[in-house]
């Protein structure tokens, strides 16, 4: 069983800056991806970038790259990520994922089978 938590929402006004942590516990796999993943209001939810636990590989939405990073930091179990030049559009609640995330569903929610209960990011105009 693995538990994920997740910290660092709030309100920041356009053009400013966040930075959302997810501390896992319980037993991690060192092959698995760590994904965050968002849901606005009356949309579904979308993929918003990886990284896997091992190795470090990456992957971001085309909504976010140049403006948002992930990293993580494999002693403390916890991922980042780092939004900056937040748009109102960004806002959503935040979720971080984590699970195999095989070939084709690396960017899909279904790779994922452990998910945080989310934190929310509002982004005023």
């Known amino acids: 069983q693995v538990q994920l938590v997740e910290s660092g929402g709030g309100l920041v006004q356009a053009g400013g800056s966040l930075r959302l942590s997810c501390l896992a516990s319980g037993r991690t796999f060192s092959s698995y991806f760590m994904g965050w993943f968002r849901q606005a209001p009356g949309k579904e939810r979308e993929f918003v970038s990886t990284?896997?636990?091992?190795?470090?590989?990456?992957f971001y939405a085309d909504s976010v790259k140049g403006r948002f990073t992930i990293s993580r930091d494999n002693a403390k179990n916890t991922v980042y990520l780092q939004m900056n030049s937040l748009k109102p559009e960004d806002t959503a609640i935040y979720y971080c994922a984590t699970g195999p995330a095989r070939d084709g569903t690396t960017l899909s929610a279904a790779g994922y089978n452990y998910w945080g209960q989310g934190t929310q990011v509002t982004v005023s105009s």
């Open positions: 990284i896997r636990w091992s190795g470090g590989t990456t």
